[in-house]
Protein backbone atom coordinates (compact mmCIF):
# COMPACT_ATOMS: atom_id res chain seq x y z
CA UNK A 1 0.00 0.00 0.00
CA UNK A 2 1.31 3.06 -0.99
CA UNK A 3 1.35 5.81 2.14
CA UNK A 4 0.18 9.14 0.16
CA UNK A 5 0.42 11.25 3.19
CA UNK A 6 3.39 14.21 3.07
CA UNK A 7 5.39 16.52 5.19
CA UNK A 8 5.17 19.98 4.82
CA UNK A 9 8.74 21.09 4.56
CA UNK A 10 9.59 25.10 5.73
CA UNK A 11 10.65 25.54 2.13
CA UNK A 12 9.09 27.82 -0.32
CA UNK A 13 8.21 27.84 -4.27
CA UNK A 14 11.07 29.58 -5.83
CA UNK A 15 8.13 30.45 -8.30
CA UNK A 16 5.13 31.58 -6.89
CA UNK A 17 6.40 31.78 -2.92
CA UNK A 18 3.79 29.15 -1.74
CA UNK A 19 5.04 25.82 0.51
CA UNK A 20 6.14 22.67 -0.47
CA UNK A 21 5.65 19.41 0.41
CA UNK A 22 6.97 15.75 -0.28
CA UNK A 23 7.47 12.40 1.35
CA UNK A 24 10.45 11.55 2.38
CA UNK A 25 12.66 8.53 2.09
CA UNK A 26 15.90 9.89 1.77
CA UNK A 27 17.38 13.85 2.57
CA UNK A 28 17.38 13.68 -1.02
CA UNK A 29 13.10 14.00 -2.14
CA UNK A 30 10.60 15.35 -4.32
CA UNK A 31 8.26 18.28 -3.62
CA UNK A 32 5.12 19.54 -4.90
CA UNK A 33 4.35 23.43 -4.76
CA UNK A 34 0.56 23.83 -3.54
CA UNK A 35 0.74 27.13 -5.08
CA UNK A 36 1.97 26.45 -8.88
CA UNK A 37 2.06 22.25 -9.00
CA UNK A 38 5.28 22.65 -10.07
CA UNK A 39 7.43 19.28 -9.00
CA UNK A 40 10.88 19.89 -7.47
CA UNK A 41 13.80 17.67 -6.39
CA UNK A 42 15.14 19.25 -3.01
CA UNK A 43 18.31 18.11 -1.13
CA UNK A 44 17.68 19.01 2.38
CA UNK A 45 20.64 20.01 5.07
CA UNK A 46 20.09 19.69 8.82
CA UNK A 47 20.01 23.78 9.07
CA UNK A 48 16.49 23.80 7.37
CA UNK A 49 15.16 22.45 10.83
CA UNK A 50 18.11 24.33 13.22
CA UNK A 51 16.42 27.61 13.67
CA UNK A 52 18.35 30.79 13.71
CA UNK A 53 21.16 30.99 16.42
CA UNK A 54 19.53 33.22 19.33
CA UNK A 55 21.43 36.64 19.86
CA UNK A 56 23.95 37.02 22.38
CA UNK A 57 23.61 40.14 24.10
CA UNK A 58 26.27 41.01 26.25
CA UNK A 59 26.76 40.24 30.33
CA UNK A 60 26.26 43.70 32.48
CA UNK A 61 29.62 44.10 34.30
CA UNK A 62 28.80 42.63 38.16
CA UNK A 63 32.30 44.06 39.61
CA UNK A 64 33.90 47.21 39.00
CA UNK A 65 37.50 45.29 37.80
CA UNK A 66 36.07 43.55 35.27
CA UNK A 67 37.06 44.99 31.70
CA UNK A 68 34.18 46.67 29.94
CA UNK A 69 32.96 46.69 26.05
CA UNK A 70 34.62 49.65 24.08
CA UNK A 71 31.38 50.42 22.91
CA UNK A 72 28.92 49.45 25.69
CA UNK A 73 31.38 50.29 28.79
CA UNK A 74 28.54 48.65 31.19
CA UNK A 75 28.70 45.26 29.30
CA UNK A 76 31.81 42.34 30.45
CA UNK A 77 34.18 42.57 27.15
CA UNK A 78 34.60 38.89 26.17
CA UNK A 79 37.10 39.02 23.02
CA UNK A 80 39.62 41.48 22.25
CA UNK A 81 39.15 42.93 18.56
CA UNK A 82 42.62 41.16 16.12
CA UNK A 83 43.29 44.19 14.11
CA UNK A 84 42.67 47.24 16.53
CA UNK A 85 42.82 45.63 20.33
CA UNK A 86 39.31 47.27 21.53
CA UNK A 87 37.78 44.93 24.54
CA UNK A 88 34.76 44.06 22.87
CA UNK A 89 31.20 42.36 24.53
CA UNK A 90 29.77 39.66 23.11
CA UNK A 91 26.92 41.78 21.22
CA UNK A 92 29.84 43.86 19.51
CA UNK A 93 31.96 40.64 18.48
CA UNK A 94 31.37 39.88 14.64
CA UNK A 95 33.29 36.42 14.27
CA UNK A 96 34.65 36.40 10.48
CA UNK A 97 37.09 34.06 8.73
CA UNK A 98 38.04 32.35 12.05
CA UNK A 99 38.73 36.31 13.59
CA UNK A 100 37.00 38.19 16.11
CA UNK A 101 36.88 41.97 15.19
CA UNK A 102 34.79 45.29 16.00
CA UNK A 103 31.95 46.49 14.02
CA UNK A 104 34.53 49.36 13.11
CA UNK A 105 37.53 47.44 11.76
CA UNK A 106 34.79 45.11 9.78
CA UNK A 107 33.83 48.23 8.05
CA UNK A 108 36.80 49.64 7.33
CA UNK A 109 38.28 46.72 6.18
CA UNK A 110 35.13 46.30 3.93
CA UNK A 111 36.10 49.54 2.65
CA UNK A 112 39.78 49.25 1.82
CA UNK A 113 38.90 45.49 0.46
CA UNK A 114 41.00 44.11 2.96
CA UNK A 115 38.48 41.52 4.40
CA UNK A 116 38.50 39.25 1.59
CA UNK A 117 35.27 37.43 3.16
CA UNK A 118 33.42 40.55 2.80
CA UNK A 119 34.42 41.47 -0.83
CA UNK A 120 31.18 41.67 -3.61
CA UNK A 121 32.72 42.55 -6.40
CA UNK A 122 36.00 43.42 -8.57
CA UNK A 123 36.79 45.39 -10.92
CA UNK A 124 39.10 43.45 -13.85
CA UNK A 125 41.56 46.37 -14.34
CA UNK A 126 43.76 43.39 -16.44
CA UNK A 127 40.71 42.73 -18.50
CA UNK A 128 40.34 46.32 -19.13
CA UNK A 129 44.24 46.71 -19.78
CA UNK A 130 44.00 43.96 -22.63
CA UNK A 131 40.90 45.48 -24.82
CA UNK A 132 42.09 49.03 -24.50
CA UNK A 133 45.59 47.69 -25.98
CA UNK A 134 43.62 45.88 -28.46
CA UNK A 135 40.90 46.82 -29.69
CA UNK A 136 41.67 50.42 -30.92
CA UNK A 137 43.95 48.83 -33.13
CA UNK A 138 41.53 47.89 -35.24
CA UNK A 139 41.26 51.51 -36.21
CA UNK A 140 44.85 52.41 -35.99
CA UNK A 141 44.07 55.90 -35.31
CA UNK A 142 43.25 55.85 -31.62
CA UNK A 143 46.24 54.11 -30.31
CA UNK A 144 48.72 56.87 -30.16
CA UNK A 145 46.23 58.28 -27.67
CA UNK A 146 45.15 54.58 -25.82
CA UNK A 147 48.34 52.81 -25.67
CA UNK A 148 49.83 55.42 -23.09
CA UNK A 149 46.67 55.39 -21.20
CA UNK A 150 47.07 51.34 -21.28
CA UNK A 151 50.64 51.25 -19.96
CA UNK A 152 49.55 54.00 -17.36
CA UNK A 153 46.78 51.87 -16.40
CA UNK A 154 49.19 48.82 -15.93
CA UNK A 155 51.72 50.47 -13.64
CA UNK A 156 48.75 51.96 -11.24
CA UNK A 157 46.98 48.90 -11.16
CA UNK A 158 49.86 46.14 -11.07
CA UNK A 159 48.82 45.51 -7.42
CA UNK A 160 45.68 46.65 -6.74
CA UNK A 161 43.08 43.76 -5.77
CA UNK A 162 41.58 41.99 -8.59
CA UNK A 163 39.31 38.77 -9.05
CA UNK A 164 38.82 36.31 -6.08
CA UNK A 165 39.11 33.39 -8.15
CA UNK A 166 42.68 31.71 -9.43
CA UNK A 167 44.24 34.42 -12.14
CA UNK A 168 47.01 35.01 -13.29
CA UNK A 169 48.90 38.30 -14.61
CA UNK A 170 49.03 37.42 -18.32
CA UNK A 171 46.62 39.26 -19.70
CA UNK A 172 48.66 42.70 -17.95
CA UNK A 173 51.58 41.75 -19.65
CA UNK A 174 49.94 40.82 -22.96
CA UNK A 175 47.99 44.26 -22.76
CA UNK A 176 52.01 45.98 -21.65
CA UNK A 177 53.87 44.04 -24.76
CA UNK A 178 51.25 45.27 -27.13
CA UNK A 179 51.45 49.62 -26.16
CA UNK A 180 54.40 49.11 -26.08
CA UNK A 181 54.63 48.37 -29.44
CA UNK A 182 52.11 50.30 -30.67
CA UNK A 183 54.16 53.22 -28.84
CA UNK A 184 57.43 52.13 -30.56
CA UNK A 185 55.71 52.09 -34.09
CA UNK A 186 53.86 55.72 -33.15
CA UNK A 187 57.68 57.14 -32.28
CA UNK A 188 59.26 55.61 -35.55
CA UNK A 189 56.53 56.93 -37.53
CA UNK A 190 56.84 60.66 -36.20
CA UNK A 191 60.39 60.34 -35.64
CA UNK A 192 61.68 58.69 -38.97
CA UNK A 193 64.92 61.02 -40.56
CA UNK A 194 62.13 61.67 -43.32
CA UNK A 195 60.26 63.23 -41.04
CA UNK A 196 57.01 60.53 -41.98
CA UNK A 197 53.28 61.66 -41.48
CA UNK A 198 54.42 64.29 -38.88
CA UNK A 199 56.32 66.12 -41.95
CA UNK A 200 53.52 65.36 -44.26
CA UNK A 201 51.18 66.91 -42.21
CA UNK A 202 52.70 70.24 -41.13
CA UNK A 203 55.39 70.62 -43.89
CA UNK B 1 41.33 31.71 -0.48
CA UNK B 2 41.50 29.56 -2.68
CA UNK B 3 38.30 28.36 -5.07
CA UNK B 4 37.91 25.31 -7.42
CA UNK B 5 35.55 25.31 -10.20
CA UNK B 6 32.76 23.17 -9.70
CA UNK B 7 30.57 21.86 -12.86
CA UNK B 8 28.53 23.97 -15.20
CA UNK B 9 28.66 27.79 -16.65
CA UNK B 10 25.91 29.57 -18.07
CA UNK B 11 27.11 32.60 -20.76
CA UNK B 12 24.76 35.25 -22.14
CA UNK B 13 25.30 37.63 -24.16
CA UNK B 14 27.70 39.89 -22.43
CA UNK B 15 27.61 38.17 -18.84
CA UNK B 16 28.67 34.66 -17.58
CA UNK B 17 27.84 32.90 -14.20
CA UNK B 18 29.96 29.93 -12.17
CA UNK B 19 30.40 28.52 -9.36
CA UNK B 20 32.94 27.87 -6.99
CA UNK B 21 33.93 26.08 -4.33
CA UNK B 22 36.05 26.97 -1.32
CA UNK B 23 37.05 26.79 2.35
CA UNK B 24 34.04 27.09 3.71
CA UNK B 25 31.55 28.55 1.24
CA UNK B 26 30.53 28.02 -1.95
CA UNK B 27 30.90 31.36 -4.26
CA UNK B 28 28.63 32.01 -7.13
CA UNK B 29 30.59 34.73 -9.53
CA UNK B 30 28.55 36.85 -12.21
CA UNK B 31 30.89 37.89 -14.44
CA UNK B 32 30.82 40.52 -17.21
CA UNK B 33 33.90 41.62 -19.20
CA UNK B 34 35.23 43.89 -17.17
CA UNK B 35 34.31 42.90 -13.38
CA UNK B 36 32.92 40.00 -11.21
CA UNK B 37 30.44 40.08 -8.43
CA UNK B 38 30.30 37.73 -6.15
CA UNK B 39 27.85 35.40 -3.81
CA UNK B 40 28.92 33.50 -1.01
CA UNK B 41 26.99 30.66 0.45
CA UNK B 42 27.93 29.16 4.02
CA UNK B 43 28.31 25.54 4.23
CA UNK B 44 27.16 25.65 7.76
CA UNK B 45 23.94 27.91 6.59
CA UNK B 46 22.94 25.73 3.38
CA UNK B 47 19.53 24.49 4.01
CA UNK B 48 18.79 23.23 0.73
CA UNK B 49 19.09 22.56 -2.77
CA UNK B 50 15.84 23.17 -4.73
CA UNK B 51 16.22 21.85 -8.78
CA UNK B 52 12.99 22.10 -11.13
CA UNK B 53 13.34 20.49 -14.44
CA UNK B 54 12.35 22.82 -17.07
CA UNK B 55 11.49 22.07 -21.11
CA UNK B 56 14.59 24.74 -22.24
CA UNK B 57 16.77 21.60 -23.54
CA UNK B 58 13.63 19.67 -25.26
CA UNK B 59 12.29 22.63 -26.44
CA UNK B 60 15.49 23.42 -28.33
CA UNK B 61 16.09 19.85 -29.53
CA UNK B 62 12.61 20.26 -31.63
CA UNK B 63 13.83 23.59 -33.13
CA UNK B 64 17.09 22.11 -33.69
CA UNK B 65 15.78 19.09 -35.55
CA UNK B 66 13.01 21.23 -37.12
CA UNK B 67 15.61 23.39 -38.46
CA UNK B 68 17.56 20.06 -39.52
CA UNK B 69 14.97 18.43 -41.51
CA UNK B 70 14.48 22.00 -43.75
CA UNK B 71 17.93 22.73 -44.21
CA UNK B 72 18.63 18.85 -45.31
CA UNK B 73 15.36 19.15 -47.59
CA UNK B 74 16.34 22.97 -49.17
CA UNK B 75 19.70 20.85 -49.81
CA UNK B 76 18.33 17.23 -51.63
CA UNK B 77 15.39 20.10 -53.67
CA UNK B 78 18.27 22.76 -54.62
CA UNK B 79 21.56 20.91 -54.27
CA UNK B 80 22.54 20.86 -58.53
CA UNK B 81 22.77 17.23 -59.68
CA UNK B 82 26.21 17.28 -60.85
CA UNK B 83 28.70 19.24 -58.40
CA UNK B 84 32.00 19.06 -57.73
CA UNK B 85 32.88 17.30 -53.64
CA UNK B 86 34.04 21.09 -52.19
CA UNK B 87 30.72 22.36 -53.51
CA UNK B 88 28.90 19.17 -51.87
CA UNK B 89 30.64 20.16 -48.86
CA UNK B 90 30.03 23.58 -48.80
CA UNK B 91 25.75 22.52 -49.57
CA UNK B 92 26.76 20.05 -46.35
CA UNK B 93 27.62 22.73 -43.66
CA UNK B 94 24.35 24.01 -42.68
CA UNK B 95 22.33 20.97 -42.14
CA UNK B 96 25.78 19.24 -40.33
CA UNK B 97 26.26 22.53 -38.45
CA UNK B 98 22.74 21.80 -36.97
CA UNK B 99 22.85 18.45 -36.35
CA UNK B 100 26.22 18.49 -34.41
CA UNK B 101 24.22 21.61 -32.03
CA UNK B 102 22.14 18.70 -31.63
CA UNK B 103 24.22 16.29 -31.08
CA UNK B 104 25.43 18.30 -28.14
CA UNK B 105 22.87 19.66 -26.83
CA UNK B 106 21.27 16.07 -26.75
CA UNK B 107 24.49 14.86 -24.81
CA UNK B 108 24.54 17.74 -22.38
CA UNK B 109 21.30 16.23 -21.12
CA UNK B 110 17.78 17.70 -19.58
CA UNK B 111 17.84 21.36 -18.49
CA UNK B 112 16.72 22.78 -15.22
CA UNK B 113 16.74 25.70 -12.50
CA UNK B 114 18.67 25.34 -9.41
CA UNK B 115 18.20 27.64 -6.00
CA UNK B 116 19.81 27.28 -2.61
CA UNK B 117 17.98 28.16 0.63
CA UNK B 118 19.74 30.38 2.86
CA UNK B 119 18.42 31.29 6.52
CA UNK B 120 16.12 34.08 4.80
CA UNK B 121 16.83 33.63 0.96
CA UNK B 122 16.49 31.69 -1.57
CA UNK B 123 19.31 32.45 -4.39
CA UNK B 124 19.73 31.23 -7.66
CA UNK B 125 22.69 29.45 -9.15
CA UNK B 126 22.05 30.38 -13.05
CA UNK B 127 25.55 28.30 -13.39
CA UNK B 128 23.58 25.19 -12.59
CA UNK B 129 20.95 24.53 -15.63
CA UNK B 130 21.87 21.53 -16.61
CA UNK B 131 20.54 18.46 -14.33
CA UNK B 132 24.16 16.26 -15.04
CA UNK B 133 26.07 19.38 -13.67
CA UNK B 134 23.78 19.77 -10.58
CA UNK B 135 24.04 16.09 -9.75
CA UNK B 136 28.07 15.88 -10.17
CA UNK B 137 27.92 19.59 -7.71
CA UNK B 138 25.84 17.88 -4.79
CA UNK B 139 28.16 14.73 -4.92
CA UNK B 140 31.24 17.67 -4.00
CA UNK B 141 29.07 19.93 -2.12
CA UNK B 142 27.12 17.54 -0.25
CA UNK B 143 30.20 16.03 2.19
CA UNK B 144 31.21 19.17 2.88
CA UNK B 145 28.10 20.51 3.98
CA UNK B 146 27.68 17.05 6.08
CA UNK B 147 30.75 17.66 7.79
CA UNK B 148 30.10 20.99 9.06
CA UNK B 149 26.17 20.27 10.14
CA UNK B 150 25.65 16.77 10.54
CA UNK B 151 23.92 14.11 8.45
CA UNK B 152 20.13 14.64 8.21
CA UNK B 153 17.96 11.76 8.71
CA UNK B 154 14.79 11.33 7.48
CA UNK B 155 13.16 10.52 11.18
CA UNK B 156 13.96 13.77 11.89
CA UNK B 157 12.57 15.50 8.82
CA UNK B 158 9.26 13.18 9.31
CA UNK B 159 9.44 14.56 13.38
CA UNK B 160 10.05 18.05 12.48
CA UNK B 161 7.69 18.53 9.15
CA UNK B 162 3.95 18.75 9.71
CA UNK B 163 2.51 16.28 8.60
CA UNK B 164 -0.76 16.59 6.15
CA UNK B 165 -3.73 14.13 5.45
CA UNK B 166 -3.45 12.07 2.38
CA UNK B 167 -5.65 14.64 -0.69
CA UNK B 168 -5.18 17.10 -3.02
CA UNK B 169 -1.36 19.23 -2.43
CA UNK B 170 -3.39 22.69 -3.05
CA UNK B 171 -5.32 21.92 0.36
CA UNK B 172 -1.85 22.83 2.01
CA UNK B 173 -2.35 26.49 3.10
CA UNK B 174 0.41 28.61 1.41
CA UNK B 175 3.40 29.68 2.79
CA UNK B 176 5.94 33.22 2.58
CA UNK B 177 3.52 34.72 -0.41
CA UNK B 178 5.66 36.63 -2.18
CA UNK B 179 3.23 38.06 -5.11
CA UNK B 180 -0.29 37.25 -5.88
CA UNK B 181 -0.71 34.95 -8.59
CA UNK B 182 -3.43 36.03 -10.67
CA UNK B 183 -5.83 33.40 -12.79
CA UNK B 184 -4.95 32.71 -15.98
CA UNK B 185 -5.39 30.48 -18.78
CA UNK B 186 -2.76 31.85 -21.27
CA UNK B 187 -5.66 33.16 -23.94
CA UNK B 188 -3.75 36.23 -25.20
CA UNK B 189 -0.49 34.22 -25.43
CA UNK B 190 -2.43 31.35 -27.05
CA UNK B 191 -3.84 33.60 -29.77
CA UNK B 192 -0.56 35.86 -29.78
CA UNK B 193 1.71 33.11 -31.27
CA UNK B 194 -1.17 31.77 -33.36
CA UNK B 195 -1.64 34.91 -35.32
CA UNK B 196 2.35 34.78 -35.34
CA UNK B 197 2.46 32.07 -37.57
CA UNK B 198 -0.94 32.98 -39.75
CA UNK B 199 1.19 36.07 -39.95
CA UNK B 200 4.39 34.98 -41.07
CA UNK B 201 2.42 32.93 -43.83
CA UNK B 202 0.40 35.74 -45.27
CA UNK B 203 3.90 37.75 -45.30
CA UNK B 204 5.17 35.13 -47.92
CA UNK B 205 1.74 34.71 -49.44
CA UNK B 206 2.20 38.74 -50.04
CA UNK B 207 6.14 38.35 -51.02
CA UNK B 208 4.34 36.24 -53.72
CA UNK B 209 1.41 37.59 -54.62
CA UNK B 210 1.27 40.76 -53.80
CA UNK B 211 -2.50 42.23 -54.29
CA UNK B 212 -4.61 44.99 -52.60
CA UNK B 213 -6.49 42.38 -51.00
CA UNK B 214 -3.52 40.71 -49.39
CA UNK B 215 -2.06 44.08 -48.07
CA UNK B 216 -5.19 44.69 -46.34
CA UNK B 217 -5.68 41.36 -44.52
CA UNK B 218 -1.73 41.81 -43.36
CA UNK B 219 -2.43 45.43 -41.86
CA UNK B 220 -5.09 44.13 -40.23
CA UNK B 221 -3.43 41.21 -38.99
CA UNK B 222 -0.36 43.49 -37.96
CA UNK B 223 -2.60 45.52 -36.18
CA UNK B 224 -4.37 42.58 -34.42
CA UNK B 225 -0.47 41.58 -33.35
CA UNK B 226 0.15 44.80 -32.03
CA UNK B 227 -2.90 44.64 -29.86
CA UNK B 228 -2.30 41.21 -28.59
CA UNK B 229 1.31 41.95 -27.97
CA UNK B 230 0.29 44.89 -25.69
CA UNK B 231 -2.37 42.48 -23.85
CA UNK B 232 0.06 39.74 -23.63
CA UNK B 233 2.99 41.73 -21.53
CA UNK B 234 0.25 42.88 -19.86
CA UNK B 235 -0.87 39.74 -18.68
CA UNK B 236 2.61 38.22 -18.23
CA UNK B 237 3.38 40.87 -15.64
CA UNK B 238 1.53 39.58 -12.76
CA UNK B 239 0.39 36.20 -14.08
CA UNK B 240 2.05 32.53 -14.18
CA UNK B 241 3.53 32.48 -17.68
CA UNK B 242 6.28 30.26 -18.67
CA UNK B 243 9.35 32.35 -18.63
CA UNK B 244 9.73 31.45 -22.55
CA UNK B 245 6.57 32.39 -23.90
CA UNK B 246 7.16 35.93 -22.17
CA UNK B 247 11.06 35.97 -23.46
CA UNK B 248 8.98 34.85 -26.82
CA UNK B 249 6.28 37.39 -26.37
CA UNK B 250 9.48 40.58 -25.89
CA UNK B 251 10.77 39.57 -28.88
CA UNK B 252 7.42 39.02 -31.17
CA UNK B 253 7.41 42.80 -29.83
CA UNK B 254 10.64 43.10 -31.31
CA UNK B 255 10.32 41.94 -34.43
CA UNK B 256 6.92 43.26 -35.54
CA UNK B 257 8.16 46.78 -34.32
CA UNK B 258 11.33 46.45 -36.75
CA UNK B 259 9.65 44.66 -39.44
CA UNK B 260 6.68 47.01 -39.98
CA UNK B 261 8.95 50.18 -39.48
CA UNK B 262 11.87 48.74 -41.84
CA UNK B 263 8.98 47.58 -44.51
CA UNK B 264 6.93 51.13 -44.09
CA UNK B 265 9.89 53.30 -44.17
CA UNK B 266 11.38 51.78 -47.18
CA UNK B 267 7.99 51.58 -49.03
CA UNK B 268 7.29 55.47 -48.25
CA UNK B 269 10.58 56.05 -49.47
CA UNK B 270 10.01 54.23 -52.81
CA UNK B 271 6.55 56.19 -52.66
CA UNK B 272 8.81 59.02 -52.78
CA UNK B 273 11.22 58.61 -55.35
CA UNK B 274 8.52 58.07 -57.80
CA UNK B 275 7.72 61.41 -57.44
CA UNK B 276 3.37 61.17 -57.65
CA UNK B 277 3.05 63.23 -54.14
CA UNK B 278 -0.52 63.24 -54.27
CA UNK B 279 -0.62 59.62 -53.32
CA UNK B 280 0.57 61.26 -49.50
CA UNK B 281 -2.74 63.63 -50.14
CA UNK B 282 -5.40 59.97 -50.44
CA UNK B 283 -4.84 57.00 -47.67
CA UNK B 284 -6.38 54.80 -50.18
CA UNK B 285 -4.33 55.74 -53.06
CA UNK B 286 -1.44 55.21 -50.87
CA UNK B 287 -2.68 51.58 -49.76
CA UNK B 288 -2.94 50.50 -53.13
CA UNK B 289 0.37 52.10 -54.49
CA UNK B 290 1.85 50.52 -51.16
CA UNK B 291 0.04 47.36 -52.57
CA UNK B 292 1.18 47.49 -56.05
CA UNK B 293 4.92 47.39 -55.28
CA UNK B 294 6.56 44.10 -56.72
CA UNK B 295 8.04 43.06 -52.95
CA UNK B 296 10.49 40.05 -54.43
CA UNK B 297 11.31 41.55 -57.08
CA UNK B 298 12.84 44.45 -54.88
CA UNK B 299 16.22 42.96 -53.00
CA UNK B 300 15.54 45.00 -49.85
CA UNK B 301 12.26 44.32 -49.37
CA UNK B 302 12.45 40.95 -50.23
CA UNK B 303 15.24 40.19 -47.36
CA UNK B 304 13.01 42.05 -45.02
CA UNK B 305 10.21 39.79 -45.64
CA UNK B 306 11.69 36.62 -45.64
CA UNK B 307 13.59 37.60 -42.50
CA UNK B 308 10.05 38.62 -40.91
CA UNK B 309 8.49 35.67 -41.92
CA UNK B 310 11.50 33.18 -40.32
CA UNK B 311 11.25 35.24 -37.05
CA UNK B 312 7.56 35.60 -36.40
CA UNK B 313 7.59 32.11 -37.41
CA UNK B 314 9.91 31.33 -35.07
CA UNK B 315 8.44 32.99 -32.04
CA UNK B 316 5.07 31.81 -32.92
CA UNK B 317 6.59 27.90 -32.84
CA UNK B 318 8.76 28.55 -29.82
CA UNK B 319 5.85 30.48 -27.86
CA UNK B 320 3.68 27.83 -28.75
CA UNK B 321 5.34 25.00 -27.59
CA UNK B 322 6.75 26.71 -24.09
CA UNK B 323 2.77 27.32 -23.41
CA UNK B 324 2.18 23.27 -24.69
CA UNK B 325 5.11 22.04 -22.23
CA UNK B 326 3.85 24.21 -19.37
CA UNK B 327 0.44 23.34 -19.38
CA UNK B 328 -0.43 23.69 -15.69
CA UNK B 329 -3.31 24.86 -13.87
CA UNK B 330 -1.91 28.09 -12.94
CA UNK B 331 -5.02 29.04 -11.15
CA UNK B 332 -4.17 29.37 -7.59
CA UNK B 333 -4.57 32.77 -5.93
CA UNK B 334 -1.70 32.48 -3.06
CA UNK B 335 -1.65 35.03 0.13
Known sequence: ?203 | MKYTRLPGKKAGFYRRWTLWIGEDHLLSVESNIYSEHYKRFHFKDIQAFIVRRTVHGLITNIILTILACLSAFVVVMYMPKQISIPAILTWAVLPCGILVMLLINLVKGATCTCHVKMPLTVHELPSLWRIKHVDRMLAQIRPRVEAVQGRLSVDKIQATTALTAPGPLNSIPSFFPREEILEYGGGAHWFLFGLLIVEAGLTLLRYEHGSLALTLVNMASGIALFVLIIIALRKQKARAVPSLAKTMTRAALAVCTAGYLLSYVYASFLLVKSRNMKLFDNEWAMVSALAEVERSADPFLSKVDVAYAAATLLCGVTGLLAMAFNRQPHVKRTG
Not at chain 1, 14 to 24: K, N
Not at chain 1, 141 to 158: C, R
Open chain 1, 1 to 203: MIDDSRNIVPVSCPRCGARLAGSFSSPAASLHCAGCEAVFQAELFPALFRGMDPVELGESLHRKEEAGCFYHPGKRAVVVCEICGRFLCALCNISLAGQNLCPTCVELGRKREQLTDLVTYRTLYDQIALSLATIPLLFIFPTPLTAPITLYMIVHHWKSPSSLLPRSRFRFILAGLLASLQVICWMLVFMSPRGGIFKAMFG
